[in-house]
């Protein structure tokens, strides 16, 4: 690779991997014209599957990738074309021990139909209460009524005053109704 360490490796790979998941969504016959297609139903169900790609502790130096694993179900509704809220639940396991449970409120806003933004707040809440700012860009890509997405992350749990810094990357799949 060229010399770069495994850290700025692994970080160039993960930029390679969502700048190719882009331009195969962004390829794939989006539409851009209004009325080419019925809007999507108002409301939808998620479901999600998340890990910590690296975290930096307070005052620490970045330490690479959690094995964590954060699934999350949750609800959604559109308030109009281009702006949702979703409220998500569930739990975040590290090395295959529960480590959390959360509350995601989020609103998120679409600049294209193939690309969105989300501000996200978790909120943990067991086993200690925090507050979790998770500000996101996210790609999507609908088929129909049913809408995977990948979403990349930034975070910092500020809810202590002791913010840290992690980036982590979400697949999730939505279905409206």
Do not use: C, K
């Amino acid at each position: 690779m060229g010399g770069r360490s495994g850290v700025a490796a692994r970080r160039a790979r993960w930029a390679e991997v969502l700048l190719g998941a882009l331009l195969v969504l962004t390829s794939t016959g989006a539409r851009s014209v209004a009325g080419d297609a019925a809007p999507p139903p108002a409301n939808y169900v998620a479901g999600f599957v998340g890990t910590t790609l690296d975290y930096r502790p307070p005052g620490g130096r970045w330490d690479g990738w959690q094995h964590d694993v954060t699934t999350l179900v949750g609800y959604g509704r559109q308030l109009s074309p281009t702006v949702a809220l979703e409220l998500d639940v569930g739990p975040t396991f590290v090395r295959g021990a529960y480590s959390s449970f959360s509350l995601t409120p989020g609103l998120v806003w679409s600049l294209h139909p193939n690309v969105y933004l989300a501000a996200r707040f978790a909120i943990p809440v067991d086993p200690q209460a925090n507050l979790v700012l998770l500000p996101g860009i996210g790609l999507s890509r609908a088929f129909g009524r049913v809408m995977p997405t990948l979403e990349l992350n930034v975070s910092s749990a500020v809810g202590r005053g002791d913010p840290d810094l992690g980036v982590s990357l979400t697949a999730g799949l939505l279905v409206f109704f």
